[in-house]
Structure formats: structure tokens, C-alpha cells
């Protein structure tokens, strides 16, 4: 396949926006090395020169997916789940922004390779919100696993309508959703505060 752009390959970062751009034309399926190659105008084995596998470059690429995102400000009076609202927005907003952004994303967090970027800031929110620090990561997980698979949803059931293959919508129902997931966060918290209040 030609290359739609040819471009010095010099940095990792260089291989790491190509696959960006790459995947932003053709999608995850069609996001080959030997596309890759040809989209940077190098052989394929010049590519791992800067990552050592396709599984490590996707790792890569979910990290910038996420880095390209928006992150808008809160405002002056939010509260720390307030502020997590905002950013869960602002992660969907991100992964939705590319064609399987949502796959990516979601299955390089999970293999460990990439996608951790807003872990350690979920888990801060959810600990300023007073959620147990014993129950922190768990509900750290629990939240991005919704804002992700419910992206991965929408954008699976987008590719399907354009193929024929469904005629209902995307779900639309995010904002729900995550005012549920929130909901059982914030009564965490509050059974987490009456009971350290609680004399021993």
C-alpha cells in the first residue's frame, strides 16, 4: 500500500504518530507492520529499530491516544467527583476521537502495555473523595472499565451500522452510565467516612 505521507523516521515517536495516523485512515484491523512500513516509506524490519514488537508499538499508540485527548479545566468549587466526571469524560472523548480507539486502549491497559495514563489521577480523585484506601483501586478499575468498554461499545456498534450488519444506534446513554458508577463510588465513600468516625 503506498505510503499517504513519507516521513524521516527518526525517533520512536515518528514510528508512534505514523501507526496514529495510520489507524486514524484504516482502522485497527488494517494497521499492519507492513502498513506501517509503507506509510513511513522504510522496510518493516526498520520499524523495530524503535519498538520491539507490534503489541509494544500499540502500547504506544494507546498512550498517545490518551495524551491527544482533551483535558478540560474544573471549575474552581468541583469536588473530587465532580473532577472525575470531567476526566472520564475527557478520556471517552479521547479513545472516541480514532477508529477502535476504545479496542486499543482497553486491551493495553489490560495486557499492562500502555494505557495507565489517567489510573494514578482516578485513584487520587477517588482517595480526595474519601473512598477507603483498600477499596481505591478496585474502584479506580471499576470506573475506567466502564468509561472504556462503554466507548468500545458505541464505537462496535457504529462499525456494525455501517456495515449493515445492525440498525440500532450507538448507545447514548454515557452520561447515565456513569452517574450510576459514580453514584456507588460516592456511597463508598460515605460508608467509608461513617465508619472511621465510628468509635473502636
Do not use: N
Request: proline share 6%; with cysteine; hydrophobic share 45%.
Amino acid at each position: 500500500m503506498p505510503g499517504a505521507t513519507r516521513r524521516p523516521v527518526r525517533r520512536r515517536a515518528d514510528v508512534v504518530a505514523a501507526a496514529l495516523d495510520l489507524l486514524a485512515r484504516v482502522g485497527l484491523p488494517d494497521l499492519t507492520m507492513r502498513a506501517l512500513g509503507a506509510e513511513l516509506g522504510v522496510q518493516q524490519s526498520a520499524i523495530y529499530h524503535h519498538v520491539e514488537s507490534k503489541q509494544a508499538l500499540l502500547g504506544a499508540v494507546a498512550d498517545e491516544i490518551l495524551a491527544r485527548g482533551p483535558r478540560r479545566r474544573p471549575r474552581a468549587d468541583a469536588g473530587p467527583l465532580d473532577v472525575l466526571r470531567l476526566r472520564c469524560e475527557d478520556v471517552r472523548a479521547a479513545v472516541l476521537a480514532y477508529p477502535d480507539g476504545a479496542d486499543v486502549v482497553m486491551s493495553m491497559w489490560a495486557f499492562g502495555l500502555g494505557g495507565r495514563s489517567p489510573v494514578a489521577e482516578v485513584d487520587a480523585l477517588l482517595g480526595s473523595a474519601g473512598v477507603p484506601a483498600e477499596h481505591v483501586t478496585t474502584a479506580g478499575r471499576t470506573v475506567l472499565h466502564f468509561v472504556y468498554g462503554h466507548a468500545y461499545d458505541e464505537q462496535s456498534r457504529a462499525q456494525a451500522a455501517r456495515a449493515g450488519i445492525v440498525t440500532a444506534d450507538a448507545p447514548a446513554d454515557f452520561a447515565t452510565g456513569l452517574g450510576i458508577v459514580l453514584a456507588g463510588v460516592r456511597a463508598l465513600a460515605e460508608d467509608g467516612r461513617a465508619g472511621g468516625s465510628q468509635p473502636g
